[in-house]
């Protein structure tokens, strides 16, 4: 069973960059997409970035395209999220995920393995 581990939060202040990473154990993940979700205090969790099996395919949340970058390596079994550009609005847990439907996203539905998030928090 495939389990999950993000690293890489941490505070910023605004318009810092931060690297999170998901390293993945138990099974390669090299044959499926996976994806980044965050959730803020009282929100739902929502997308942020997806990324094919291959890396060769991307897909962002309009409110990160530009600023965050999805990438992966199959040989270490990890997805990164480089975040640049961060704002206030940033803040949240951050998740990676598993592709495990059709679609790499925007459904949380579409994915599993969830791991246990990572915090970021952008001050002003």
């Known amino acids: 069973q495939v389990q999950l581990v993000e690293s890489g939060g941490g505070v910023v202040q605004a318009g810092d960059s931060l690297r999170l990473s998901c390293a993945a154990s138990?099974?390669?993940?090299?044959?499926?997409?996976m994806g980044w979700f965050r959730q803020a205090p009282g929100k739902e969790r929502e997308f942020v970035a997806a990324?094919?099996?291959?890396?060769?395919?991307?897909y962002y949340a309009d409110s990160v395209k530009g600023r965050f970058t999805i990438s992966r390596d199959n040989a270490e079994n990890t997805v990164d999220l480089q975040m640049n550009g961060l704002k206030v609005e940033d803040t949240a847990v951050y998740y990676c995920?598993?592709?495990?439907?059709?679609?790499?996203?925007?459904?949380?539905?579409?994915?599993?393995?969830w791991g246990q998030g990572t915090q970021v928090t952008v001050s002003s």
């Open positions: 138990g099974r390669n993940t090299s044959s499926v997409g």
């Open positions: 990324i094919s099996w291959s890396g060769s395919n991307t």
């Open positions: 995920a598993l592709q495990i439907g059709y679609a790499l996203g925007p459904s949380p539905y579409e994915f599993g393995a």
